[in-house]
């Protein structure tokens, strides 16, 4: 079963501009983490923040996690043609496995 | 360092045969996980294994098992195939110094059951 939701479901901006994408989750994590799929391949690792923590950078990605709203927000700014992806948040609840969201599907127009 | 390797990258199969997928690991790395992924399901946890023992598993039928031999490596054997198996099926491997941490994933197998 999916411990997440993501929100939206599909995301479309033009070359430059931010992207926000919102994910949801049931249950205490340890850690939440951030991956990107490209066109069905493998996925991506972006980042991780822990459950102690409450925002986190990397590069052009911000990501922020709320767990009194168990929720989770990534931030990519000034997008580019290349962040074209589905992206997956995924947790850890201490078992040994990642539980990902149902994905954004992103679209950066050029 | 080489990435996690999956083989093969495709395969095509026919309801109730059988199938073996293996995956190598980053070296070094002693946890091998396994998803499913599928258009109506999504990602799903299927295994985890550590150091040749299994820590963890999903939520799947027994059709669906594997292991982990000493170097790491792991396979996973779906037997009595099901056209609902077709799917991408993912490896994933992490270092695990303190936490279920960063996993890095392969490529991916994509199955086709007939």
């Known amino acids: 079963s999916q411990q997440g939701e993501e929100d939206p479901q599909a995301l479309s901006i033009q070359e430059g501009e931010n992207a926000t994408m919102n994910c949801s989750y049931k249950?205490?994590?340890?850690?939440l983490q951030w991956y990107r799929q490209n066109s069905g391949r493998g996925l991506v690792h972006l980042i991780l923040i822990r459950s102690n923590e409450r925002e986190k950078h990397s590069g052009r990605l911000r990501v922020t996690l709320d767990t009194s709203k168990k929720s989770s927000s990534l931030l990519i700014t000034a997008s580019r043609a290349a962040d074209t992806a589905s992206y997956f948040c995924?947790?850890?609840?201490?078992?040994?496995?990642?539980?990902f969201g149902s994905g954004t599907r992103l679209q950066v127009q050029p | 360092k080489a990435g996690v390797t999956q083989t093969p990258r495709y395969l095509i199969k026919t309801r109730g045969q059988q199938v073996t997928l293996s995956c190598s690991p980053i070296s070094g790395h002693r946890s091998v996980s396994w998803y499913q992924q599928t258009p109506g399901q999504g990602l799903q946890f299927l295994f985890e294994y550590f150091s040749e023992t299994q820590r963890n598993k999903g939520n799947f039928p027994g059709r669906f098992s594997g292991r982990q031999f000493s170097n790491s490596r792991s396979e996973m054997n779906v037997s009595t195939l099901e056209l609902g198996d077709s799917a991408l099926y993912l490896c994933?491997?992490?270092?695990?110094?303190?936490?279920?941490?960063?996993?890095?994933f392969g490529p991916g197998t994509r199955l086709t059951v007939l």
């Open positions: 995924a947790t850890d609840t201490g078992r040994r496995a990642l539980t």
């Open positions: 249950t205490s994590i340890n850690n």
């Open positions: 994933a491997s992490s270092l695990e110094q303190g936490g279920f941490d960063e996993q890095f």
